[in-house]
T-cell receptor, first 112, second 116 residues
Framework: TQLLEQSPQFLSIQEGENLTVYCNSS?????LQWYRQEPGEGPVLLVT?????EVKKLKRLTFQFGDARKDSSLHITAAQPGDTGLYLC????????????FGKGTSLLVTP | NAGVTQTPKFRVLKTGQSMTLLCAQD?????MYWYRQDPGMGLRLIHY???????AKGEVPDGYNVSRLKKQNFLLGLESAAPSQTSVYFC???????????????FGPGTRLTVT
């Protein structure tokens, strides 16, 4: 199993602040996905990054894939209460077969 | 287009009872998965299927069985429930994996199971 470590585990901020969460591994992934999970719901795919160094933007969310395809970051600008949720990264590795390797997630709380 | 649906949403079982969780998808996806999610453990793959009539073990398969008799349905069975199987269960599906395509998965809303 290719392990993905996410940090921080928990993050509580006020509306309007910026934040970055990280997803790190010692393994190379062919692609990496970010999901957001709201309480009582299933994870929802936000973005997939495939190329080393790739940057993708989704409104106020910026995703980056590391040059070596071993790590990724998610930056949120001017966080809003609607951003509250569990952010999961998942790696699509060469030796993971059909399974995605999920990190344990970063739980984000944005208060008004 | 409902995506991935799961039934039931909640269930309480007594130790030793059996039950089946049903997952259905209307996206014509080849691949389907069952995960469990526990605090501090993240999402762990129980079983998966790469097509109708095929199933395979994931990371934590013990105590569970699955069947994929129809392409759109994936059933997860607990023959003799144990308190350690108290968890939230998620079903997911994805398009068939091509070498050049990421395995993007679509999840259902989950089933919260408590075994007493």
């Amino acid at each position: 199993t290719q392990l993905l470590e996410q940090s921080p585990q928990f993050l509580s901020i006020q509306e309007g602040e910026n934040l970055t969460v990280y997803c790190n591994s010692s393994s190379v992934f062919s692609s990496l996905q970010w999901y957001r999970q709201e309480p009582g719901e299933g994870p929802v795919l936000l973005v997939t990054v495939v190329t080393g160094g790739e940057v993708k933007k989704l409104k106020r969310l910026t995703f980056q894939f590391g040059d070596a395809r071993k790590d990724s970051s998610l930056h949120i600008t001017a966080a809003q209460p609607g951003d509250t949720g569990l952010y999961l990264c998942a790696g699509d590795g060469s030796n993971s077969g059909y399974a995605l390797n999920f990190g344990k997630g970063t739980s984000l709380l944005v208060t008004p | 287009n409902a995506g991935v649906t799961q039934t039931p949403k909640f269930r309480v079982l007594k130790t030793g009872q059996s039950m089946t969780l049903l997952c259905a998808q209307d996206m014509n996806h080849e691949y389907m998965y069952w995960y469990r999610q526990d605090p501090g453990m993240g999402l762990r793959l129980i079983h998966y299927s790469v097509g109708e009539g095929t199933t395979a073990k994931g990371e934590v398969p013990d105590g569970y069985n699955v069947s994929r008799l129809k392409k759109q349905n994936f059933l997860l069975g607990l023959e003799s429930a144990a308190p350690s199987q108290t968890s939230v269960y998620f079903c997911a599906s994805s398009y068939s994996i091509r070498p050049d395509a990421p395995n993007e998965q679509y999840f259902g809303p989950g089933t919260r199971l408590t075994v007493t």
